[in-house]
């Protein structure tokens, strides 16, 4: 039998045919990936992760010798150029150390904060000055970076935004305001807050690189769900100067629209759900093998559409409908996979990490206090509807 690229009759593929991607890695990338995962694969690692996964709740890590590890080979933001303490590689690379990270316990968040997007940002629209100052140490693992954008009553609302940034004569700034829900706040050195610089329906927004350590910042923990603090930062006057924006003043909006698809390829939220799949696989009993299949098969899916964005990023082009498509597929199987792994694991599978008795040092447990997250990081999954409804669909 002969097969082509041909749809099924009424099916129109979102690319055509002859430009769908060849995802699979040629044998150099292929050696990347063998090379990074033998490292956060090694002794010294996993002995930190180790570690890490038995801090009690309210507990989290700060800078991690894992990262410097990266760092010193130029694989913690192996995408960026060796001046700024990179790999000189591309999103594929970028894509395999985050990936690898997670499937080898080490905790991503401060990575995907500091590298892939704040870091992203200054690469792509920072000035020279600021990609020398802020780059290096977020590459080598030495400082930490993180995202001010979401605000009490706001959001990720941009148009509701409150934080303003006054002029304060010689291009200098003044930022007053609260944001909401931030993580890493009480290790990060710099942030990277939006604020609105012109008042209106559509305001202007700017986009300011915030050192977390000046008079006027107070940072307040939150609880929440997750083993991750979230933090309430309040911001009272603190005066930046026009080396400390990215971009053009106005020009937030814009930025964060098309940059933030950079983190929505789903690698990093598969990664998770595999982690927890992979997890119980030696536990499945005979009645329970056509479920776990289904949910392998799906996951499996869900890896092959987030790896397409991956090779359409690295060729250049940014979609916002095949973005949307990844992250909302990938995180929508969050909840079923960790509700499979309960009922595997029974009522143990509710125990905590502190508990001595807990399968897995209560990695299901986590799971499913995490799953619901997965849905609302990077997007809610009704915002990535709507944009697969109105751009590609042409529903609305």
Known sequence: MTTTNTPPAGITPHLPATDVPDTRPHPGRRAFRREVRALLRSSEVQEEVDRVRRFP?????????????LGERGW?????????????LGHHESSVVTEEMILAGVPDDAHVLSVDIVGRFVLDSGTDAQRERLLPPLARGEQIATVLFTEPQAGSDLGRLTTRAEPDGDGAWRLYGTKVFN???????????AAITVPGTMPGIGLFLLPLRSPGVTIRTLPNLTDDAFCEISIDGVRLTREDVVGEVDDGWRLMNELLLLERTGIDFHAKIRHWLDSVAGAVPEGLRERYAALDA???AGHALAWRMVTEL????????L???AKWYV???????ARFCLELRGRDGLLTNQDPEAPDLGRIERAL???????????????????????HLELL
């Open 57 to 69: 709740p309210g507990q989290e890590p700060g800078l991690l010798t894992t990262y410097r590890l």
């Open 76 to 88: 913690l933001a192996p995408s960026w150029p060796t001046r700024y303490g990179g790999a000189g």
């Open 183 to 193: 993580q890493k706040s009480g290790f990060a050195d710099t942030a990277l807050c």
């Open 298 to 300: 799906r996951l499996a």
């Open 314 to 321: 690295d060729a250049g082009r940014t979609d916002p409908v």
């Open 323 to 325: 973005a949307a498509m």
């Open 331 to 337: 995180t929508e199987q969050a909840r079923e996979v």
């Open 369 to 391: 206090r995490y799953a619901p997250t997965l849905t609302l990081a990077s997007g809610t999954s009704e915002v990535m509807l709507r944009a697969i409804a109105t751009s």
